[in-house]
DNA sequence: CGTATTTGACCACC
DNA sequence: GGTGGTCAAATACG
């Protein structure tokens, strides 16, 4: 059932982006197909939504008015994965697809968390290791050239706090925080980690929820949007030029069908994720991530209310 | 000088 | 006690 809608709003996206010079003069051919796109996205979003909570136990986030958290949850890990131009939303679609024998690139798999409970230390209580809802483990590939120390670039800002011999792992463990942790208490936090029977891909740890850029004041969040139901500007966005011209690394690696190929295969022949594309696109078109807030808080509008009508 | 990284030590958890 | 995650001082960098 969603692996069907998946691939009509994969193709309507395709079809989208190939004719978007001509959409673009129609916007409302383009705003019916977003619309038309979103509807489907949205019902297995939901669906989703309520599997993850099972799964997952989403606590919710800082308990008063926390009640829309597992949405952007979603909407993070989505967010990294299409930042990361891996076929990240295998992992949300991918159950019925052919029995999706995953390959160890892109594979993403969420892991629940063990108990909620909080050492209450009588010396400290600041250092507590079970926190934060879930996380999320997913594999990239590296880039095939250039420095191989070099962290995947996902769109977010990272500080690194730390560095980790890991038990039977030749290569060391990096962890890494929001930047704006301090600025804006953004929990999220990632592990980065070379496979040691694979030094061409990175183990990507994701925990935690970027609190930072759904902040109104947060640096990489625009102004935000006022209630209305007209869609955000997609026809400005640069999707159509980026698209011919994705330098970023990790587009370069899946399009080079390196060592590590599983990654785009496993998807459709006539459906090469072009909605991650897209992101990918978007994301990578802009050192700071506002064109993709842009459109994830429009969308974050429509879902909530949709999740709220239902 | 402010910010990011490095790195040894500390701490929580098993 | 071992291992992994985090802290924080020292250091590097722009």
Known sequence: MEENLILYGCKLAKEMEQNLPMLANQPEALLA???????????????????????MGFPGRGGAGGSSSAPRELMDLISAQTMLGQPGLDFMFGGGRGAG???????????????????????????????????????????QMGNLDLPPEDGYTWRKYGQKEI????????YYRCTHQKLYNCPAKKQVQRLDDDPFTFELTYRGTHTCHMSSTAPSAPAPLPEQTLPPPTSSLPLSSSLASTSH?????????????????????????????????????????????????????????????G
């Open 33 to 55: 197909s977003c619309e038309e796109i979103i509807t489907i996205f949205n019902g297995v979003k939901e669906r989703l939504v309520a599997l993850q909570g099972n799964l």
């Open 101 to 143: 024998k995953a390959g160890p690139v892109g594979e993403v798999q969420p892991v629940a968390n063990a108990t909620d409970s909080i050492r209450t230390s009588p010396s400290r209580n600041l250092r507590r290791r079970k926190d934060e809802g879930g996380k999320f483990v997913t594999t990239v590939a590296a880039p």
């Open 167 to 174: 038990l039977g792992s030749k290569y060391p463990r990096s």
């Open 249 to 309: 690394w990790l587009s370069m690696h899946i399009t080079s069908g390196a060592s590590t190929s599983t990654s785009a295969a496993r998807f459709p022949a006539d459906c090469p994720l072009p909605v991650a594309d897209m992101a990918d696109a978007m994301f990578n078109s802009g050192s700071s991530s506002s064109s993709m807030d842009l459109i994830f808080s429009s969308m974050d509008d429509k879902w909530d209310s949709e999740v709220k009508k």
